[in-house]
């Protein structure tokens, strides 16, 4: 009885220990990390953990996927910022105009990590767990420095639903002795898969367009932060090495000099983590810079660094594979490489926080006042489909693009898309009118622009 009575003492003061202190993600899930995958209601219920017993975040939940499951975003920085955030995030929308006001010389760099967008590349939202945890531990001095000057905001999963359909598949199929041979049943992940929301949308195909309230929630938490790097956390097929920047071309004429040599900074420091320890990766081979709905461009058309990373692994990798050149991939190694390039980039936006917001500053001075291209203003006539015109509205409203409408009939010359020549014709009153010279005119050039340019002909997706 008194045993008995001593045991279950000591497992309350375990579990009360526990309930007091920040723990690490093996620590707090009853899984192995970084064998087993994390249920996406214990990733969620980690990051209420951590938000529950560190100063140096605060969770917000801004939509909920298809399925229902929340789709949340961690902030984590030091306390100081964390106290005045709706300041910081107010004076950087100031930056671009999107809202009034002069905004201040803060120094405070923002940087939004986005993991798993496709659900199956699963290794991401994993990684997520570990990167957060690496920048609350009080026991690591490195990242409280960066956080002094830095907003990073984690987004736990981009695609909930997806995620969840691979784990779940993923836990039933697998047997508790790992099996590395790619033939085996837990490396055939069956149709549908992970890699699409509810209704099998490619959601890294969507942020322009937003067709799926899992973009359509992100962009508008998007549009309320505008972040000055963004990185798109993804997997590709088992036996490839690790992809970051700089991008393959083509690169869009309209991405800035900035944009082009930053990626590269931050690139070559994730290559320096890289060769320390051995770990292969490539650039610049596939993943360009053009189609806008990535997760890679549509923030580099909104003024961000932009990039992808790509871990070898996804939906046939499981907890373990045997590679073509002998060596076995672990679900570990591919969280340390993502958990590796995350904090890489975060470093490199602190230690470079105040360029990035000089720098973006510019972008939108010159987004204000200049057009990129050779058009100043897109008209859609009136004339048109009024149903098209709606929903052409509806995409200028998500995408925050500004437009009005022709007041005084008037003669202008001009590109004409039916007959691609330029024509002189009048517009009339009513007619819709998008200017090149607004807070989000870059990606009103990208979407309108009749032709872009192509340095390379050979492009992964469509253009504009
Ligand atoms: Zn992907």
Redesign the pocket.
Known sequence: MTRWFTFAFLVFIDMAIRAQTLLSPAEFLTQDYGKDFIPYHLKVAYFEHVAAHSDLIKLHTYGYSVEKRPQIQAYVSSRENLDRIEEIRLNNLRRTGLIDGTPRDDGIAIIMLGYS??GN?AAGSEAALSTLYKLVDPGNAKTKVWLKNTIVIIDLSLNPDGHARYVDWYTRTGGTIINIDEDSWEHQEPWPGGRTNHYYFDL?RDWAWQTQIETQARIKQYLQWMPHVHVDL???GVNSPYYFAPAAQPYHEYISTWQRDFQTAIGQNNARYFDKEGWLYFTKEVFDLLYPAYGDTYPTYSGAIGMTY?QGGSGSAGSAVLLDNGDTLTLQSRIDHHLTTSLSSIEMTSRHATELTKHFSEYYQVSRNKARGKYRTYIISQDNNREKIKSLIRLLDLNAIKYGTVTQEKEISGYDYSTGSTVTRAVVPGDLVISALQARSTLAQVLFDPEPKLVDSLTYDITS
Do not use: T
């Open positions: 967008v496709h590349e890294n993804h997997e590709m790509e």
